[in-house]
Nanobody, 121 residues
Framework: QVKLAESGGGSVQTGGSLRLSCVVS????????MAWFRQAPGKEREGVAR????????YYDDSVQGRFTISRDAAANSLYLQMNDLKPEDTAIYYC??????????????WGQGTQVTVSS
């Protein structure tokens, strides 16, 4: 059974930083895509950062480019999202997700339960 568990959310002021973590278990594939999504109240869920494990190729939404960094620790089966220079519009529930294959904009197959990030002005 595939499980994803996020942690690291919290409340910070504008300009602050947070690091999200996601531990993946029961996932048998070596080459796949991992991603962070977020959903703010009243808005659709959006992908903010994606990573293909074949070479750790990364992709970022324009709204977070230059502020967020996605990375992973293969040995720890973990995905991270370093978030710097946080803004109130970054407030959302953040989810990690995985999907088989190299196309990181496909529909993701497995999701974590989410972790809340709140940025106050």
């Amino acid at each position: 059974q595939v499980k994803l568990a996020e942690s690291g959310g919290g409340s910070v002021q504008t300009g602050g930083s947070l690091r999200l973590s996601c531990v993946v278990s029961g996932w048998p594939y070596a080459r796949y895509c991992m991603a962070w999504f977020r959903q703010a109240p009243g808005k659709e869920r959006e992908g903010v950062a994606r990573l293909y494990t074949g070479g750790d190729i990364t992709y970022y939404d324009d709204s977070v480019q230059g502020r967020f960094t996605i990375s992973r620790d293969a040995a720890a089966n973990s995905l991270y999202l370093q978030m710097n220079d946080l803004k109130p519009e970054d407030t959302a529930i953040y989810y990690c997700a995985v999907v088989t294959g190299y196309y990181c904009y496909a529909d993701y197959e497995h999701w974590g339960q989410g972790t809340q990030v709140t940025v106050s002005s």
